[in-house]
């Protein structure tokens, strides 16, 4: 059997005055952020608030402090390459942003606060005791005046070891695995993971929030080296506290990118599933979130949950109501992402509510396929952007090889992405270029790029934020992704 093989170009970012680069860190070096409020490139100051312990409160400045100065890139094991330098995070550094605590936005946990908290011999206990403490602190801060653009969360090392699962290696503090076999109420779990619900609670106070484990205090190597560490943080801060680091250049304008995926939500009676929204991305930059319907999912009706043809037909008609509130008028494109395959009903429902776009695209992105390829003659695995295949499916490779950094920065072997096009108005190459693309999205990294599109590593980790709130609870659901983040 015969198949194509290619190599797809590297895609350009967008950074400040419109100035292209195919690396973020290159380009904010060079260029400065992009910004989103009218190319408005002037250097900015974002507010913190705190809520943490007295102790991890100073090593928070001290972090802070440090993060005014430069650090040396670190050698890529076996190349002559070195990564980019972090310049420091000030007015004055190619970064263009600083960052200010407020003192009226410090929610100190005391001593005494904590030492109560984390008496009681069992462990759930005391992550909801801890837990009760952010509560509150978080209701203080939001009587206070004004509001910070961040609230920074530094975990202090006890709370760790007092409240993670040692089931996990990572220091995680899960108050209960979910899963979809038990029928449990939603009062007798009153939270799963720790770090998911803290941003709930942010979100029911209209705060953005980002949490700073120990490791990341001390700059610890077994994580990243102190450069990427800097590099990710600021990349992260800058988009959720004033605008967009960089953006994407080479995609269609008049395109709506959508992620599909499904989330377990609780309800007081049982266990249902919901849309797990659509992750929407607009190259204006625009990066939204859409909750869909309830629907009831049995495992009996399958590992992977599906929309009927309504729910699946009401999501999209949602989308492109707001790209059409947004932009003016119709996309010409929507391209549909899902990590599982397109059942009829969400065909029919999904082509019902595109009925007038001129192109529509229904991808099924596959992650894990066991597969592995290596050049022969060479040491490094395939380049990055190598695709091959016949037809509707394709396997291409986001990871691998990075031609302009000289060397392949991954510590496992790469494994392509499966594309299989269950309708496809647009050419192959052009599906496979935009999915290329949107693996250099993800702002919570500075990173070349990731393995997955955007579209759908977003959609998934907002999904498993709202899945920390109760169907019922009447909190206001906000559609910026930087509050998820």
């Given at each position: ?52 312990t ?27 390459v ?93 108050y ?52 990427t ?80 043809e ?8 949602d ?11 119709l996309?010409?494109?929507v ?6 395959h ?31 390829s ?8 395939p ?32 494994e ?59 909190t ?10």
């Open positions: 059997m015969k198949f194509n093989c290619q190599i797809i170009k590297e895609s350009n970012l967008f950074f400040g005055n419109n100035q292209t680069s195919i690396d973020p860190k290159v380009g904010l070096m060079n260029f400065g952020p992009y910004s989103i409020i009218g190319q408005d490139t002037s250097p900015k100051t974002i507010t913190v608030g705190v809520i943490s007295n102790e991890y409160f100073e090593n928070l400045k001290n972090w802070l402090e440090r993060l005014k100065y430069r650090f040396e890139g670190r050698n890529i094991p076996d190349s002559d070195r990564s980019i330098d972090f310049p420091g995070l000030t007015q004055e550094s190619p970064l263009k942003f600083e960052l200010t605590i407020l003192d009226s936005a410090v929610e100190i946990i005391s001593k005494q606060e904590l030492s109560s908290a984390l008496q009681p011999d069992n462990r759930k206990e005391r992550i909801l005791r801890v837990f009760k403490i952010y509560k509150q602190k978080f209701s203080d801060m939001a009587g206070n005046h004004p509001k910070p653009d961040i609230v920074l969360l530094p975990i202090d090392e006890e709370i760790i070891d007092n409240c993670k699962d040692r089931a996990f290696k990572q220091d995680k503090i899960v209960e695995k979910r899963t979809f076999k038990e029928s449990k109420k939603y009062d007798e779990v009153p939270l799963y993971d720790f770090h998911n619900a803290l941003k709930v609670l942010g979100i029911k106070h209209g705060m953005i929030t980002q949490l700073i484990r120990p490791s990341t205090l001390k700059f610890s190597e077994d994580v990243q080296d102190e450069a560490i800097a590099w990710n943080f600021a990349a992260a801060i800058y988009y959720k506290g004033t605008g967009i680091p960089w953006k994407l250049a080479d995609v269609d304008d008049q395109t709506c990118y959508v992620g599909l995926s499904f989330y377990q939500e609780i309800s007081k009676e049982s266990r249902s599933m919901r849309t797990s929204m659509a992750h929407v991305y607009m190259k204006t930059g625009e990066s939204q979130i859409i909750r869909g319907n309830s629907f009831r999912w049995d495992t009996d009706q399958g590992r992977s949950p599906h929309l009927s309504d729910d699946a037909s009401k999501i999209i008609s989308i492109i109501a707001l790209y059409k509130r947004q932009k003016g008028k996309p010409r494109r391209v549909i992402h899902k990590s599982s397109f059942t009829e009903s969400e065909k029919s429902g999904f082509n019902k509510a595109t009925k007038g776009i001129e192109l529509v695209d229904y991808i099924h992105i596959q992650l894990h396929l066991d597969i592995r290596f050049e022969d003659g060479y040491s490094y695995p380049i990055r952007g190598t695709l091959f295949g016949r037809d509707n499916f394709w396997l291409l490779y986001t990871t691998g090889y990075i031609q302009s950094l000289g060397t392949y920065p991954g510590a496992t072997i790469p392509p992405l499966g594309i299989e096009i269950e309708r496809g108005d647009s050419h192959y190459l052009t599906i496979c270029k935009d999915i290329l693309a949107l693996t250099k999205l993800d702002w919570n990294t500075a990173d070349f790029c990731r393995r997955e599109p955007v579209t759908l590593s977003v959609s998934r980790k907002v999904g498993d934020i709202l899945s920390e709130i109760s169907e019922d609870d009447g206001e659901i906000p559609s910026g992704y930087r509050y998820y983040m």
